[in-house]
């Protein structure tokens, strides 16, 4: 007798494909249906085996990515962009948090849906630029 084992989606990991899938595709447009290799999305790792989910943009515009959906995001999980990047961008389940201009904590909901929205200087769309940590997505 077969039987179908019980497994549970990933859901945290099937999300963070989703948000890099539309980084991908709002940030690489053109390349997005040719299979070529990106130019201003990447992945990012440590000597000592810290990651960051993506680097979004290039030279002095780049912008760290890190996706922890889950229902508590707290300091020692985002360690390594905490140590490796003066600011960026945490997606998270549900939490929305600017109180730390330099990582604000934007649901995945949210951040999906600006990404769906007009272009900013940082070449993120729809998101706050970083030379404006005040300024709100519109």
């Known amino acids: 007798m077969i039987r179908q084992a019980r497994t549970e989606p990933n859901i945290p990991g099937l999300v963070e494909s989703v948000v890099l899938?539309?980084?991908?595709?709002?940030?690489?447009?053109?390349l997005a249906e040719e299979f070529a290799v990106?130019?201003?999305l990447f992945y990012w790792r440590s000597k000592a085996g810290g990651e960051v989910d993506a680097?979004?943009?290039?030279?002095?515009?780049t912008i760290p990515v890190?996706?922890?959906y889950r229902a508590q995001v707290r300091g020692r999980d985002l360690a390594p962009?905490?140590?490796?990047?003066?600011?960026?961008i945490v997606v998270t389940?549900?939490?929305?948090?600017?109180?730390?201009?330099?990582?604000?904590?934007?649901?995945?909901?949210?951040?999906?849906?600006l990404l769906g929205r007009?272009?900013?200087?940082n070449g993120l769309t729809g998101l706050?630029?970083?030379?404006d940590p005040g300024r709100r997505a519109a």
């Open 66 to 68: 890190e996706v922890k």
């Open 81 to 88: 962009l905490a140590r490796s990047f003066p600011r960026g």
């Open 38 to 40: 990106p130019r201003a």
């Open 93 to 113: 389940r549900d939490a929305l948090d600017l109180s730390n201009p330099r990582f604000p904590r934007v649901p995945a909901a949210m951040f999906l849906w």
């Open 118 to 121: 007009g272009r900013t200087s």
């Open 21 to 30: 899938t539309a980084l991908f595709r709002s940030e690489e447009r053109p």
């Open 128 to 131: 706050p630029s970083p030379s």
């Open 55 to 61: 680097l979004v943009g290039a030279g002095r515009e």
